[in-house]
């Protein structure tokens, strides 16, 4: 059943019947509101100078009737049949009253100008009807009340009819055109500041959430709006998410649902059934691809009796903003992934690393938790110097591998540069960290296959804990003496720092 008034219930600009809504049908309805009932009081002065006795307060308790409950139609939006009944009997009141019967033919065509804005196009016939009929009873009633001519003949009647009628249709177009334009720019409205709020959402959930909300939007601004989206399955369609009123809301629908063609695009409504179960009444379906998830998806869109073409066009535009918003966090995750990662390795930079460590000593945790582990490679020249550079990369992301193996989940590996590697511990003591050091020195004397090849390379750490006064390079720096350390005292150990170090390391670099 279609109707002129469906579209958001929210006047703005003021409340009541004196001040003019700023939205297009509202303020059309306000106006043709006040055409209704300024035909009215304009046509009691006749009905004052001509009544008497039981005539006069016929007339007027029908005036005031009328006004009442055009008024009261316009605030709460609607206008039930019975309340067209009264109407019709309140005009014959209102037209005995009166001069003469002609009298309330500006009355009839005001109300009819406003009431046509309200309910379905049966309810709109029939009320024109009830209307037409009231008139031409007038013809049968007004010489049992009153002694005078009717002032007016039925071929004057038979004329007016067909304007009546007219009246009705031409203003129930004007309607639905005046909804149509309001609920486009309502989705307008939601697409605009969509697009903005898009532009600052990183993550695909955060998008994918504000298009559902925009979604709900669209289908409170457009009457009888539904949304779906359909992602395969196996043979099955998996709902991924709805918009707009179900009756229930299955989590799969049968794959018979839609046609698709295989490595196309192509993709139409098959077997609406089990969508008009979900909401519960049959309606219009039409079938969109939608590109901005990982797997292959479409967006069906529905509405009883045909879809707006302009609701089609809004929904093409939110999911091509939301596609592209999608796109753009895929590629921004994955330069900002770039960013925190060794190209070689795949492992963190040093960047990462001392983000990581700064995160970790601002975050609260205990300094006496934290532990830096600096890795430099024995021997691995060697390796670039018989085998090649190709080679050395080779052991490179061989050791990266063995590191992995060798840490918990929850510490951060990263690659320094050349064969430089760090390792970053939370919520661990020296001891613990030592015995995590020395399973990496262990791992990565391992021999390593390069080719026919089998090379041997080896591993020294030194460990550094944050102190007070101490910063983040510097703990890095401390780390990094106590491995020299390590290889000044053999190679392939562990060495945790002492402050005595950095003596040794300052005597080292005055008399290198």
Partial sequence: MNTVTDGPAVRTGGSGI?????????????????????????????????????????????????????????????????????????????????????????????????????????????????????????????????????????????GVLPTMFFTVLIARQLGKSLAAREQSMGRDRVLAATGSQLLGATSTAAILALGWSASAEFCAATPGLRLVLLAPDGRTLRVAGTAGNFRNVPGRLPGEVLFTRPGTSVARILDPAPLNAAVGEPLMWECLEFEGRDERSWLLVGAPGRIPAEAILSVRGLAGQVALAIRNSHAHEELSAQARTDSLTGLHNRASLLAGLSAGLAGGDDPAGLQVLFLDLDDFKDVNDELGHRAGDIVLVEVAARLRASVRPTDVCARLGGDEFAVLLHGTGLAEATEIAQRIVDAVAEPFLVGAESMRVGASIGIATPAAGVGIEELVHQADVAMYAAKAKGKGRVEPFTPGLLTMDRYHTVHA
């Fill in 18 to 158: 004196f001040t003019r809504p700023t939205g297009i049908a509202d303020g059309a309805r306000w106006l043709f509101l006040w055409l209704a009932v300024v035909s009215v009081v304009l046509a009691v002065p006749g009905v004052l100078l001509t009544a008497r006795g039981g005539l006069l307060a016929l007339g007027l308790a029908g005036g005031a009737v009328l006004v009442s409950s055009l008024t009261t139609g316009f605030v709460r939006r609607r206008i039930p049949l019975g309340v067209d009944l009264i109407d019709a009997l309140a005009m014959m009141a209102f037209a005995l009253a009166s001069p003469k019967a002609s009298a309330v033919v500006m009355v009839m065509f005001g109300a009819l100008w406003f009431r046509s804005l309200y309910g379905s196009g049966a309810q709109a016939l029939l009320r024109v009807s009830l209307f037409a009929a009231a008139l031409g009873s007038l013809y049968a009633v007004w010489p049992l009340l009153r002694e005078d001519r009717i002032g007016t003949d039925f071929g004057a009647f038979l």
